[in-house]
């Protein structure tokens, strides 16, 4: 599954949910998951701020996450605000 925008697209009392419907219905499929850092309080989103902690809450108990890359986005989102762009890789975790 590759993820560039739905998760930052939605509110943070969303985010959960989504999540537990997209391995539920995808059966735990590895996932592709690109996510934005950046102070809310200087840009409303969407995209939204995803913190790696919130990630964690959502598909920590399913999946092992790595982040694979994170990048400072040039210009900063919507060209003015400064970001870090992340993405993360998730695989279902092996349960012995």
């Not at 995803?50 to 990630?55: D, F, K």
């Not at 694979?68 to 975790?93: D, I």
Request: proline share 5%; glycine share 6%; hydrophobic share 40%.
């Amino acid at each position: 599954i590759y993820d560039r925008a739905a998760l930052v697209a939605l509110p943070s009392k969303m985010r959960a949910n989504y999540a537990a419907h997209l391995m539920q219905i995808t059966r735990l499929a590895p996932q592709f998951l690109v996510t934005f850092e950046y102070d809310q309080s200087r840009m409303e989103g969407p995209p939204f701020s995803v913190a790696e902690e919130e990630i964690r809450r959502c598909y920590g108990r399913s999946y092992s996450l790595k982040r694979a890359a994170s990048v400072e986005v040039a210009g900063g989102l919507k060209g003015s605000c400064p970001a870090t762009e992340n993405a993360w890789v998730l695989r279902a975790e092996v349960r012995k």
